[in-house]
Nanobody
Framework: QVQLVESGGGVVQPGGSLRLSCVAS????????MAWYRQAPGMQRELVAA???????DYEDSVKGRFVISRDKAKNTVYLQMSNLQPEDTAVYYC??????????WGQGTQVTVST
């Protein structure tokens, strides 16, 4: 079994920052990629940022220049540093991992609310 546990969500004012963390645990042989998705009320889940094994990253257009994804391989942890947050960033953020010999794992989600 593989578990992903997110932390770091909360309420922040527009222009503020938050850092999300996601720790993978369990029967992990190797993690091929890790990513953050988000889902706003009434909307489909969308990819926000991803990082693959060799360190290459990809971002959804609206977060480029504001969000940074990084990974600590030794700790099986992925981070999402979010800056200049806007109300449209409000969503539940989910951690995702593609794990060799296991498949796809999802975290339980963490709420990010950007509001005055």
């Amino acid at each position: 079994q593989v578990q992903l546990v997110e932390s770091g969500g909360g309420v922040v004012q527009p222009g503020g920052s938050l850092r999300l963390s996601c720790v993978a645990s369990g029967s992990i042989f190797s993690i091929l990629s890790m990513a953050w998705y988000r889902q706003a009320p009434g909307m489909q889940r969308e990819l926000v940022a991803a990082i693959v094994e060799d360190g290459r990253t990809d971002y959804e257009d609206s977060v480029k220049g504001r969000f940074v994804i990084s990974r600590d391989k030794a700790k099986n942890t992925v981070y999402l540093q979010m800056s200049n947050l806007q109300p449209e960033d409000t969503a539940v953020y989910y951690c995702n991992a593609i794990i060799h010999m296991f498949g796809t794992a999802w975290g339980q989600g963490t709420q990010v609310t950007v509001s005055t």
